[in-house]
């Protein structure tokens, strides 16, 4: 057969030209469809993430910390230890702030590089639920820290269901928090709470968080350093300072319902009217901002005509008696001084680059039939009937919310998940058994309980 050989020898190269075709096509389109493919045939890529302003290296190990101004911006960081895919495999998430959370498969491509998409944690959002890994700490036992007009365990009180909840966000998780590890990262820090009977609730809370409710001699009252010392004729100091001699962390409160510098008009009589400087912050946080690596503000409840009144506060702008009629108005001087310290704290910022301030929302009030010198009470005991999730976007303090706007002082949201857990207040008990007849506090909250999670929410944005 004339030209069967050449043929033949054409013939080979041509079948191993098609050959080729056919693997290299199969092989790129298994490229494009696994996920795995990148791994498998590219050497690693960086991952571009946002980089946080961290305190400093809260690790054990030697890698050292990212630092940023405090914005969001997008840095690249190499993912190639095992501790890093141990700690995405534990967290759903790269060792970052927690505050951004990878979401599942938003995996995209860009030519060679790959990327992953974050969304910030709206930590307001999300449900409760069942943990019989709570309460964080004994009731019984955190005597050295917890008032015991707020220890419902000591009370008559049978029911504490209301312990055994954990609060999740919707879109990310928030790690368990751990005593031992808070600390090691507040490692010379100050962690200061400024604010009303409330704002000494999550003060007290977090104390009892921090030493796992156990006597702790190794904590050193600082409370001298900062000028909290019980003056003559008070009932108590104006507020407290501890410090953890081991991780030099210092954890703070101080009373300020008002949030407003008060002044007496006449300092040597003790029944002098006092002046409520509604734009001009506390002379102890003027004093000590400096001195703070976390600042938590609140108000909110003392913002009444009878507290006011009973107090013999008397309105100040500039320095001089206020004279507007519609500032007055009582939800009007709270809106003025919530802009007015929020805006300060602002403009302190920047020269104090370490710290991270928060104002926290107001803490809802729950007196059912009457209000608290009327015969409200909150006698419910089941956790959870008025439903578990929260869904809004918007905070249900939009005072707060707005006055934080355009500034860097972060929201501490922790009104509309506290909404829904009416059974944990203190209620109609009290140490001795039954208060007065038609009295109950539904302000304050059962400690443990609500306030810890407004601290797991805090240690997390931290």
């Known amino acids: 057969m004339k030209g069967g050989y050449n043929y033949k020898l054409i013939g080979k190269p041509i079948s191993f030209t098609l050959a080729a075709l056919v693997f290299t096509t199969i092989l790129l389109w298994a490229w494009e469809k696994n996920p795995f493919a990148d791994s498998l045939l590219l050497p690693r890529q960086r991952f571009p993430m946002p980089s946080i302003d961290f305190f400093g290296d809260f690790s054990n190990n030697s890698s050292k910390p990212m630092k940023t101004n405090g914005n969001i911006e997008g840095k690249d960081l190499h993912l190639n230890t095992a501790e890093d ?3 995405i495999e534990k967290f759903g998430t790269a060792p970052i702030d927690s505050m951004y959370a990878f979401s599942p498969g938003m995996h995209e491509s860009n030519g060679n590089a790959t990327s992953f998409q974050t969304k910030v944690c709206n930590y307001a959002k999300g449900r409760w639920v069942a943990d019989n890994r709570r309460p964080l700490y004994s009731g019984f036992k955190c005597k050295q820290w917890l008032s015991e007009m707020w220890a419902c365990r000591l009370t008559q009180r049978t029911d504490f269901s209301f312990e ?6 919707a879109n990310c998780e928030i790690p368990d928090f751990e005593r031992s590890a808070f600390l ?3 490692q010379d820090k100050t962690i200061a709470f400024i604010g009303d009977s409330l704002g000494r609730q999550q003060f007290q ?11 702790s001699p190794e904590v050193e009252n600082v409370g001298k350093e900062y000028g909290l010392v019980k003056r003559r004729g008070a009932i108590r100091p104006d507020g407290w300072a501890y410090r953890f001699s081991n991780t030099n962390t210092t954890i703070l409160y101080y009373w300020s319902a008002s949030l407003c510098d008060l002044v007496p008009l006449n300092i040597s009589d003790r029944a002098s009217d006092i002046a409520m400087h509604l734009d001009r912050p506390p002379a102890f946080l003027r004093q000590y901002l400096h001195r703070f690596d976390v600042l938590v503000l609140n108000t909110g409840h003392h913002w009444n005509r009878g507290k006011i009144n009973g107090n013999r506060w008397v309105m100040h702008v500039n320095g001089k008696p206020n004279q507007e009629k519609m500032r007055a108005e009582i939800g009007n001087a709270k809106n003025f001084t919530v802009y007015s310290i929020t805006r300060w704290v602002d403009s302190q910022l920047p020269s104090h680059p370490r710290l991270k301030a928060f104002f926290r929302t107001i803490s809802p009030r729950h007196f059912f039939n009457g209000d608290w010198n009327t015969g409200g009470t909150c006698d419910n005991t089941t956790p959870l009937v008025g439903g578990s999730e929260v869904v809004q976007e918007g905070s249900s303090d939009s005072v707060i919310e707005g006055a934080l706007k355009g500034t860097k002082v972060k929201l501490l949201d922790i009104t509309a998940i506290s909404q829904l857990r009416d059974e944990g207040h203190i209620s109609h008990y009290t140490i001795r058994g039954k208060g007065n007849a038609g009295t109950s506090d539904c302000l304050h909250w059962c400690l443990p309980g609500i306030p810890d999670a407004w601290n797991e929410l805090l240690v997390a944005q931290i």
Do not use: Q
């Open 164 to 169: 055994g909840y954990r609060w999740k966000p």
């Open 184 to 186: 090691r990262r507040m």
């Open 205 to 215: 809370s977090l104390m009892c968080m921090a030493t796992g409710g156990e006597e």
């Open 85 to 87: 895919t141990k700690v």
